[in-house]
């Protein structure tokens, strides 16, 4: 019986703690589609390697952002954890060809798309400061 009673409240605290992860999840994801990424004034930008961060749970990127002649030349995807979002480490070379942050999601990958181009973001705003 006692056996019996610590398999229960075993799969009780999985279940409990796995409801509350999906929760968390779902409202860090909602809080993230409303994030409006912007373009910065490359005008503005000085030449150098600016780094920038973007997380939220479960998702985290940092990348350097190499700028020369008010252009962006290179991002460099520093880190990007991710579950299934490897895809999204496509943009950074997107966004050099592009010239702007205004790409499109990769699909099955829009949590880390839009981390990524949020770090970039990051990454050009306090190069504008």
Do not use: C, W
């Amino acid at each position: 019986k006692s056996f019996l009673r610590v398999i229960i409240i075993l799969i009780s605290v999985f279940l409990v703690l796995g409801v509350g992860f999906m929760l968390f999840a779902s409202y860090n994801y909602r809080a993230l589609e409303a994030e409006v990424i912007e373009d910065a004034d490359l005008v503005t930008i000085a030449d150098g390697t600016y780094r920038g961060n973007y997380r939220v749970f479960p998702v985290e990127a940092i990348v350097d952002v190499v700028i020369k002649n008010h252009k962006i030349e290179e991002i460099q995807l520093v880190k990007h954890v991710n579950g299934m979002g490897q895809a999204a480490e496509a943009l950074p070379s997107q966004v050099v060809e592009a010239q702007t942050l205004q790409v499109d999601l990769v699909s099955g990958a829009s949590f880390s798309s839009k981390v990524i181009l949020l770090a970039i973001e990051d990454a050009l705003t306090h190069a504008a400061d």
